[in-house]
């Protein structure tokens, strides 16, 4: 389908709406969602209107060539519409990319450690606290879920939800492995070690996106333990609750209460189904979270932290900043995910202007 003829059916789809929601009797959660869709699509008809706007005074200057007393005010407008319509067609094409039906949503964060031992949970503990602060900076409320320490500070697992405006937009990028290069405390040569941690961000799930069924959950419950296994409560307040048919397990001990841990671990247990659901509905597009977090090889990554150098490298856009610290506090880390978003609506615009 050509660009005209994908403008025409927005242009036309926006008129039906127009019109159905004039009408009286719709029901209120049928007003509600052609409300939305219009509402959606207003800002995209705008810049249709203007830039077919364009294309007529375009062709209006060039019909103006033939008369010799309009031909240099011609030539200066069309000299003009020359640069303004291609930058129309481009805002208008980008508008028009399929969108994530999740960006908008809240996400949970979840942080293991890989490969590398005692460094690697080290390494785990430094990126929930990179995220932390990067909430902090885009003005995003950071809860911790569980948070499970390791003897020397590190992280055994750490899984946050992060809330706010368009979160799950802006983190869903940073799935997969990252790696870290740097001189471990406990390592009294002085040699460089290399370490991975395991980074996955799953859209927070609504009610209606999926159903669980009791009868297919094991529900455990246990005493909470603190790091090296002391018991932080004498009652069995932690909970793990296993997703039979897809072998999914959640653990809670984060709070005292038994119910607030089982509350919190069905909600990480439902994002993180969704999110398998969502990748097989678009394997093209999409892994499942397995493949998309990958075995936490060393040899995998998709982000390199190196301390030595002060450097971090994002090896799929192939972009290396020298502000290890400004990245590590949050406020850099926008350099890498505005990098990313760019790239993937160039991708998307190229396959929709591949297939106009």
Same mark, same amino acid.
């Not at 389908?1 to 994908?6: G, I, K, W």
């Not at 080290?122 to 948070?147: C, D, Q, S, T």
């Given at each position: 389908m050509?660009?005209? %003829? ?9 008129? %039906? ?38 294309? #007529? ?11 010799p ?6 030539? #200066?407008?069309?000299?003009i519409? /020359? ?10 094409q ?18 293991r ?7 690697? &949970? ?6 929930? =606290? ?21 003897d020397?500070?590190?992280?055994k697992?750490?899984i ?9 937009? $802006? ?7 990252? /790696? ?6 406990? =390592? ?11 980074v ?17 959950l ?5 005493? &909470? ?14 909970v793990?609750i296993?997703?039979?048919p ?10 005292r ?17 969704f ?13 499942? /979270?397995?493949?998309?977090?990958g075995?936490?090889?060393?040899? %995998? $990554?998709? $982000?390199?932290?190196?301390f030595?150098?002060?450097r971090?490298?994002?090896h799929?856009? =192939? ?23 760019? /790239? ?13």
């Amino acid at each position: 389908m050509s660009l005209t %003829e994908t403008l025409a059916r927005v242009r036309a789809r926006y008129d %039906e709406l127009s019109h159905t929601l004039a009408q009286p009797g719709l029901a209120n959660d049928q007003f509600a969602k052609l409300s939305k869709e219009y509402s959606d699509l207003t800002p995209v008809v705008d810049s249709i209107i203007e830039l077919q706007k364009s294309q #007529r005074e375009m062709a209006d200057a060039e019909a103006m060539l033939s008369d010799p007393d309009m031909q240099a005010e011609a030539k #200066r407008e069309i000299e003009i519409l /020359r640069g303004a319509i291609p930058t129309l067609e481009k805002q208008v094409q980008k508008m028009l990319l399929p969108k994530d039906a999740a960006d908008e949503r809240n996400a949970i964060l979840e942080i293991r450690p890989a490969a590398g031992g005692d460094e690697a &949970a080290l390494f785990a503990a430094v990126l929930f =606290e990179m995220y932390h602060r990067y909430a902090a900076v885009r003005g995003w409320k950071f809860e911790v879920l569980e948070l499970a320490q390791s003897d020397l500070g590190g992280l055994k697992e750490g899984i946050a939800m992060i809330s706010g405006k368009g979160v799950f937009a $802006r983190l869903k990028f940073e799935t997969g492995v990252h /790696r870290v290069q740097r001189v471990p405390q406990t =390592e009294a040569s002085g040699r460089v070690h290399t370490s991975t941690a395991t980074v996955a961000v799953l859209p927070e799930v609504e009610d209606v996106d999926i159903h669980i069924d009791e009868k297919d959950l094991k529900i455990d419950v246990y005493r &909470a333990s603190g790091a090296g296994g002391q018991h932080v409560n004498k009652t069995e307040s932690a909970v793990r609750i296993t997703h039979l048919p897809s072998g999914v397990v959640v653990a809670m001990q984060e709070e005292r209460s038994q119910h607030k841990n089982r509350a919190k671990a069905m909600k990480v247990l439902a994002s993180r189904l969704f999110e398998q659901q969502r990748s097989a509905r678009d394997a093209a597009h999409a892994a499942t /979270r397995k493949s998309q977090v990958g075995t936490g090889d060393r040899s %995998e $990554r998709i $982000r390199t932290y190196n301390f030595p150098q002060g450097r971090v490298s994002d090896h799929r856009i =192939e972009l290396t900043l020298y502000n290890i610290d400004d990245v590590l506090n949050g406020t850099a880390l926008d350099d890498f995910i505005d990098a990313l978003i760019t /790239r993937d609506e160039a991708e998307k615009l190229a396959e929709l202007t591949a297939n106009s």
